[in-house]
């Protein structure tokens, strides 16, 4: 997964950058202007049709949207600059953020996902620990930083970029509810470039404008469209596999700019908020393997076992750091760490010791993984799967283990890389 390293100050500049967003759409939308448009005309949305239709044209008048104008870039800035309780000034933003699009939208417009996803985003920083850094708080109180900041830390950012991601995993799977597979097979993506091309916006690129005259301009859309479905589809692995996260962010910036470039479609905060992901690569971009106790990780093994010898050799080998040591279950040191085994061998299970803490069965293997380069994103991944689920499969393949056979070099005299991990 991404951010591995992270800490409470990168959750903080991710806090930065999403206020950002938020005081950039109020600064570019004239919301006081929308009191010269006619009541009748406005239709509330969302929670806002709750409200009696009194208030709404209370709320309709210039005074008051230029009084909420004010209010809401007044707490949006103190998000900024982190200042105050953190619960309370993002609960504010919220229901700021909410009222802002639904006042703007309610005449004839519509609230996409770029708009729901500056309000969803705001979500991961009603904690304090968001206010913890990059911020004025941690300038006027400097507190000492919490023993869980980084874990807390950690699991905010990743879920934030999830969160940011996924809204691309439900755009794909929503365009194959409303259609299918054989929508692929037309020209329906040429159809509706050449119309959003026609119609008026801010931009004026509108190259989609000579599609008719351009065969092969047609065609690569039609090429794109099914590529940027199943891109958006596979857009949430950049969280959970740290080597997806440039093909995946290279490739939704490039898919923003063909639209803006076409259709004069400009999702301008999804692609800044794709910045977070970017981040995630580049904070663990020297991450490397460690122990939890700062000691090295111990392996018991069943040293009879082909699949486990096969398995103790490759893991061994993707050791660079040299972080694990490796012993039988029956020898001297699975003794002196009070190794208790089972009468019955094919009950014996691999397990890992690190510092004070035993893991055995799928904890250890995933544990053991997640200590070396090339398989640490993939452990990352098989521990969202729950235990006694991964538990069920490691007694499965264990059930056959002792019929695969031991490599016909597995009595020769191992390396001096491996003899050096080898404990007796």
């Not at 500049?13 to 570019?28: E, H, N, S």
């Not at 509330?44 to 008048?61: D, E, N």
């Not at 996260?245 to 923003?256: A, G, K, N, T």
């Not at 279950?329 to 003794?335: E, Q």
């Amino acid at each position: 997964m991404i951010f591995k390293q992270g800490t409470s100050a990168h959750l903080g500049i991710a806090r930065v950058l999403v206020y950002t967003i938020l005081l950039a759409d109020l600064l570019l939308d004239n919301v006081p202007a929308l009191a010269a448009m006619p009541a009748a005309a406005f239709l509330p949305r969302g929670v806002l049709a709750w409200l009696p239709a009194s208030w709404l044209h209370s709320m309709l008048q210039g005074s008051f949207l230029h009084g909420f104008s004010l209010a809401y870039g007044v707490v949006l800035l103190l998000g900024l600059l982190g200042l105050g309780r953190a619960w309370l000034v993002t609960g504010l933003a919220l229901l700021g953020t909410t009222f802002f699009h639904g006042i703007a939208r309610g005449f004839g417009g519509h609230v996409n996902h770029q708009e729901l996803l500056g309000l969803h985003v705001l979500f991961f920083f009603l904690t304090s620990h968001s206010f913890a850094a990059f911020s004025l708080n941690s300038l006027l109180w400097k507190n000492t930083p919490q023993e869980d900041a980084g874990t807390v830390s950690r699991v905010l950012l990743r879920s934030l970029c999830f969160m940011i991601l996924l809204t691309y995993f439900f755009i794909g799977v929503a365009r194959l509810q409303t259609s299918d597979w054989r929508v692929y097979g037309t020209n329906a993506m040429t159809f509706y470039a050449l119309q959003h091309s026609t119609k008026w916006n801010y931009w004026d690129f509108s190259l989609a404008r000579g599609l008719l005259h351009q065969p092969l301009f047609a065609l690569f859309l039609k090429v794109a469209f099914p590529m940027a479905t199943i891109l958006e589809l596979a857009a949430p692995l950049a969280v959970l596999v740290r080597r997806l996260v440039w093909p995946i962010i290279i490739s939704l910036f490039l898919f923003h700019v063909s639209i803006l470039l076409t259709m004069n479609i400009f999702f301008w905060q999804n692609m800044v908020l794709l910045l977070l992901p970017a981040m995630g690569w580049y904070v663990d971009r020297n991450w490397q393997p460690a122990t939890d106790s700062g000691k090295p990780l111990l392996v018991f093994y069943d040293a009879a076992c082909g699949l486990c010898d096969g398995f103790i050799r490759h893991v061994a080998k993707a050791d660079k750091a040299g972080l694990i040591r490796f012993a039988p279950l029956n020898g001297m040191t699975a003794r002196e760490h009070n190794i208790v085994l089972p009468e019955q061998r094919a009950e014996w299970t691999i397990m890992a010791v690190d510092g004070t803490k035993v893991m055995d069965r799928s904890d250890a293997v995933l544990h053991i993984l997640a200590k070396t380069s090339l398989w640490a994103d993939i452990a990352d991944l098989a521990t969202v799967v729950p235990r006694f689920v991964r538990d069920a499969i490691y007694r499965k393949v264990a059930r056959w283990r002792h019929l695969m056979p031991l490599k016909s070099d597995a009595c020769e005299l191992p390396s001096l890389e491996m003899r050096r991990k080898l404990l007796p």
